[in-house]
């Protein structure tokens, strides 16, 4: 994963980049428009949010590993360095931790 740059492409999906040359490395398509996207250290795995309020979790390979619908918008999203807990602040200014499945 530190070779690898993942951006929130919005309608594009999310766009990962080589981290060393910047040249493109592929792109995750999903339902919905990504507008927040983080990653681990240790772990392969991205994590993404979408304006229609869907938080997802793909592998390195673009595979699905687990979704869910928020209750309301998402502000930011933080994915431990080891993959297995991520940290949700919503616009409500509530912050939820949650267990990832491993």
Request: aromatic share 10%; glycine share 12%; proline share 3%.
């Amino acid at each position: 994963m530190g070779n690898r740059w993942f951006l929130a492409g919005f309608a594009h999906g999310v766009q990962a980049f080589d981290g060393l040359t910047g040249n493109t490395r592929g792109t995750f398509v999903c339902d919905g428009t990504v507008g927040l996207v983080s990653c681990g250290y240790a772990k392969r795995d991205v994590l993404a949010y979408t304006l229609e309020r869907t938080l997802f979790s793909v592998d390195d390979s673009g595979n699905p590993q687990w979704s869910v619908t928020t209750p309301e918008d998402v502000q930011r999203i933080i994915l431990s360095p080891l993959g297995d807990f991520l940290i949700c602040g919503f616009a409500s200014g509530r912050i939820m931790r949650m267990d990832t499945m491993v």
